[in-house]
């Protein structure tokens, strides 16, 4: 598995922190899909990071973010 930090900036120029995480094999195989979760107000995307870990070890490839 990798997992990359990232940074989005908006039209409105606005920074968003997120994670993107990869299935190790991902440069030899494309992943089943992709999986955007995005955090609850209020709730770091931290909390999120045992579901994005255990659906990237399925072969997803998964974003996560905060606001």
Do not use: R
């Amino acid at each position: 598995m990798n997992i990359q930090a990232i940074s989005l900036t908006t039209k409105s120029n606005h920074n968003i922190q997120g994670y993107w995480y990869t299935p190790a094999n991902a440069e030899t195989k494309h992943s089943k899909a992709k999986v955007l979760i995005a955090s609850a107000m209020g709730v770091s995307q931290q909390f999120y990071q045992p579901f994005a870990k255990w659906l990237t070890n399925h072969g997803f490839s998964v974003l996560t973010f905060d606001c």
